[in-house]
C-alpha cells in the first residue's frame, strides 16, 4: 500500500473535494486501491464544451484533482504539502454521454516529486483521455 495512512479507507475520501471545482463539476469519488485512486464526472451541461462533447478542460479538472489527491495521501500532511507542476493530457477519443472515469497509479513517488498515469474511460472502458501529472512534494515552513 502506498498511502502513508495504512487505516485509509474509501469513506475518508468524502470530504475531500468539497466546495471545489471538483464538486462544481459532480465529481464522485469510485475506489481507492492499494496503489490507485478512481473517480467519476458525468458528461452533462457542467462538462461539455459548444459541441456536446466533453471537455479536454474536464478531463483535465479530473486527471489534476486525482492526482494531487492522491499525493496527498501519499505525504505526512503535517509535514508536507503537495502542489501541481506540470500537467499533460491527449484526448484519444470523444466522449457525448453517461460518466467518465479516471484513474490515478503512481509512475514515480519520490521524495521531492511525485508523477502520475491517469487514464480517463467511458462506460464501455474505452480510452478518452491519459493524462501525466507532475506534483511537487515540499516541506511545510515552521
Not at 46 to 69: D, K
Request: glycine content about 10%; charged content about 20%; some cysteine.
Amino acid at each position: 500500500m502506498i498511502w502513508f495512512n495504512k487505516d485509509l479507507k474509501f469513506e475518508n475520501m468524502y470530504p475531500l473535494g468539497k466546495g471545489t471545482i471538483g464538486e462544481h463539476i459532480g465529481m464522485e469519488w469510485v475506489e481507492l486501491g492499494p496503489d490507485f485512486l478512481k473517480a467519476r464526472i458525468p458528461v452533462d451541461h457542467r462538462t461539455i464544451q459548444p459541441f456536446g462533447l466533453l471537455h479536454g478542460g474536464a478531463s483535465c479538472v479530473l486527471a489534476e484533482t486525482l492526482g494531487s489527491v492522491a499525493s496527498y495521501l501519499v505525504i505526512d500532511s503535517n509535514k508536507q504539502i503537495c502542489v501541481g507542476l506540470e500537467i499533460n493530457a491527449n484526448h484519444i477519443r470523444s466522449a457525448r454521454k453517461g460518466f467518465v472515469t479516471g484513474t490515478a497509479t503512481p509512475i514515480h513517488l519520490g521524495n521531492s516529486t511525485h508523477v502520475w498515469d491517469i487514464k480517463i474511460t467511458d462506460e464501455e472502458e474505452r480510452l478518452i483521455c491519459i493524462s501525466r501529472l507532475t506534483v511537487a512534494v515540499l516541506d511545510k515552513k515552521a
